[in-house]
């Protein structure tokens, strides 16, 4: 078996259990007792008593049933077998027989009904006995009080009702009872009669007042979802649930007749210290009988004063169940509640689309009406362009021109500088036969007056 199948059968095996008995679901197994099991799957009553949180006690009472799952077989083991024949003449005692009944008689889980011919409710628990209106037969019955007030009825004499439960053999008086752990009335007759007069009840508190109701936020995106794993309503929602970035938490939870309402219940209060903007609790359409749930006084009270915004869109005909009533929202179908988590995200990308056609349109205008000054802008800016350009290519030119002068000028210079040692030395030349010349003739000049002539 796979460890998510046998972690599943764990579970819901504690949660009937612990309806049955008007228990915690911790008080019968915690998760990590849970978590302990799958992992090492035990096979035998030493392997059980090795899990924390399992002690002789409490293997007593729930290990037939533990190691029955793990093993995939019904639910007995080794303290509530029949004996061998190798010691069957080894007498029971009165207890090991007992719960060897009782562990056989799990098996016979049953839905029955009848009339109420007697009712002594008493502090922790009630007896009442049914009667078959045919042939005038008795069943006593045993319910704890916390189940008995889950239910939301008032059982009285004459009342004709479906109990779900199991028979069971009380140990210390050795009565056999059938233990019951829900009530529901049967009849539309009856079912309506009760509806209305708790409908009138809570509509004189305010219970169903616009004014206590909490608007749902917009743009929700942590959504607490609340219904039945199987069946259409679930993919309905989740369907027609737009991309809007949704972050969803499910709780998976019974929604048929009146045993739901414990596993709502739970449910709610699971969600009750999440962060989440809205819960959402979802079925499908059905009879009064089925809607029992949804019609409980401890269920619509939880719902009334959820701390977050609760949509409830369960399907109905003629009589709006009073948890819709409560609801801060009430829609007919898991579609309907899908739509209105939608209709703030549509509105606001509707609304944001409008305002991309009015800007641009707006735009378009401004452009149309200042078309020639855009127009005189875009020519007086290309004449400027131009002139610029025009004034750079004059530029460009002039230093050309400049630069082919210069380069003239270093030309010339440079056949100048060629030219300069040559003149210099031809006119030196010449400097120097001058003074010779005029030597010679000075000489002569004072050879002629010379006093010794």
Excluded at 275 to 292: K, M, N, P, T, Y
Excluded at 327 to 336: G, I, K, P
Excluded at 410 to 439: A, C, H, W
């Amino acid at each position: 078996m796979e460890n998510s199948e046998l972690s599943q059968k764990l579970k819901d095996w504690r949660r009937d259990t612990a309806q049955k008995e008007g228990v915690e679901l911790f008080r019968v197994l915690s998760n990590s007792a849970i978590e302990t099991i799958v992992s090492q799957k035990p096979k035998t009553q030493e392997d059980l008593l090795s899990v924390k949180g399992i002690k002789e006690k409490k293997f007593e009472k729930y290990g037939a049933s533990i190691l029955a799952l793990v093993s995939g077989d019904s639910e007995i083991n080794e303290s509530n077998q029949p004996k061998s024949e190798s010691n069957i003449n080894e007498p029971y005692t009165i207890r090991g027989y007992l719960n060897f009944l009782n562990a056989e008689f799990k098996r016979f889980k049953a839905r029955v009904r009848g009339e109420v011919s007697s009712v002594d409710v008493r502090d922790g628990y009630l007896f009442f006995s049914l009667k078959d209106k045919d042939d005038e037969s008795i069943l006593s019955c045993f319910m704890w009080r916390r189940n008995y007030e889950l239910c939301g009825i008032s059982l009285e004499v004459g009342m004709e009702v479906i109990v779900d439960g199991l028979p069971e053999i009380y140990a210390p008086s050795g009565r056999f009872n059938f233990k019951a752990y829900a009530v529901e009335l049967v009849g539309e007759g009856a079912l309506k009669k009760a509806y209305d007069k708790l409908k009138q009840k809570l509509e004189n508190e305010g219970l169903f007042s616009l004014e206590r109701k909490k608007p749902i936020p917009e743009f929700p995106q942590r959504i607490g979802l609340i219904t039945s794993e199987t069946g259409a309503v679930i993919h309905d929602f989740l369907n027609n649930l737009g991309k809007y970035g949704y972050q969803i938490s499910f709780v998976n939870s019974r929604v048929e007749g009146q045993i739901a309402v414990e596993s709502l219940l739970s449910a709610i209060k699971y969600f009750s210290g999440k962060e989440i903007d809205v819960l959402v609790i979802i079925r499908g359409g059905g009879s009064l009988e089925s809607l029992q749930a949804f019609n409980n006084e401890m269920l619509v009270r939880r719902i009334a004063g959820f701390k977050k915004p609760v949509i409830c869109g369960i399907g109905h005909e003629k009589d709006v169940p009073l948890a819709s009533l409560a609801a801060d929202l009430m829609v007919s179908t898991a579609t309907a509640a899908a739509n209105v988590l939608n209709s703030s995200w549509q509105k606001a990308i509707h609304a944001l689309e409008l305002n991309q056609e009015r800007i641009l349109g707006s735009f378009d205008d401004a452009l149309s009406e200042n078309l020639n000054s855009v127009n005189n802008l875009f020519r007086i800016i290309r004449e400027n362009f131009g002139l610029i350009f025009k004034n750079f290519n004059r530029a460009e030119e002039s230093l050309k021109r400049s630069f082919v002068s210069l380069k003239l000028r270093i030309s010339d210079m440079k056949k100048r500088f060629v030219r300069y040692p040559n003149t210099f030395l031809s006119g030196f030349t010449i400097i120097i036969n001058q003074t010779e010349q005029k030597i010679l003739s000075l000489e002569k000049l004072m050879l002629t007056y010379n006093p010794e002539r």
